[in-house]
């Protein structure tokens, strides 16, 4: 789904130091979120976003901290990478497109912390 | 907060056997039940949802079926195809209308294999 894009779709990066992954959809939709997936613990919700003044933690946000910087718009940053954030991570964002309230996801960014 | 449980992990079903996922939630206020669909390297996708109005949808091969007073739901794939394997995630969250909705909060997955 090119509507929701992410950069970079992979980063090989040190223990220490400070990534941002970028976001962006052209969808129009005001919910935005950011999920790691790690093997056999499915998606976790990291933060998520009602609108460009609205910022709520998920269930894992400790060592990550995001950005709303427009409605298209939403970045994830980890301030000191460690090792065990080595995951896939997804952005989302949802909103209402023919009656229906859907969830769209974007290809992932694949990061490995050495 | 709500907790989505799935079984099983891992699913192997001979091509043209049926194959269910079944999960069960927390939340008795939950009331929308997405399950998604992610094929080796590529992102989660939408195959169905049900909400809690209705007990069973169905679109083509796919089913899933929902009973609210022992909170689970099930997805059912009839026929099953090569192409059906993938790893598939229920999800819950609660859904106000026009007001939104929760988070979805998703089970851990199952992994089936279609065998030919």
């Known amino acids: 789904d090119a509507d929701v894009t992410q950069t970079p779709r992979n980063r090989i990066t040190k223990t220490g130091k400070r990534i941002m992954l970028e976001c962006s959809q052209t969808?129009?939709?005001?919910?935005m979120y950011w999920y790691r997936q790690d093997p056999g613990l499915g998606l976790r919700l990291i933060y998520y976003?009602?609108?460009?003044?609205?910022?709520n933690k998920g269930e894992i946000s400790d060592g990550y901290s995001v950005s709303r910087q427009a409605q298209a718009k939403f970045s994830l940053s980890l301030e000191s990478a460690i090792p065990n954030q080595t995951a896939l991570y997804f952005c989302?964002?949802?909103?209402?497109?023919?009656?229906?309230?859907?969830?769209?996801f974007g290809p992932g960014t694949r990061l490995l912390v050495l | 907060g709500e907790n989505v449980e799935q079984h099983p992990s891992t699913l192997s079903v001979q091509e043209g056997d049926s194959a269910v996922i079944k999960c069960t939630y927390s939340?008795?206020?939950?009331?929308?039940f997405p399950w998604y669909k992610q094929e080796l390297g590529k992102r989660p996708q939408l195959i169905i949802d049900i909400r809690s109005n209705v007990g069973e949808k169905k679109d083509q091969r796919i089913a899933v079926t929902l009973n609210k007073t022992a909170k689970h739901f099930s997805l059912h794939i009839t026929e099953t195809q090569p192409e059906d394997s993938a790893v598939y995630f229920c999800a819950a969250s609660i859904f106000w209308g026009g007001a939104g909705n929760t988070p979805l909060v998703f089970g851990k997955g199952t992994r089936l294999s279609v065998i030919a």
């Open positions: 969808k129009g939709h005001d919910r």
């Open positions: 989302a964002t949802k909103g209402r497109q023919g009656g229906q309230e859907t969830q769209y």
């Open positions: 939340d008795s206020a939950s009331n929308y």
């Open positions: 976003s009602f609108d460009v003044k609205d910022i």
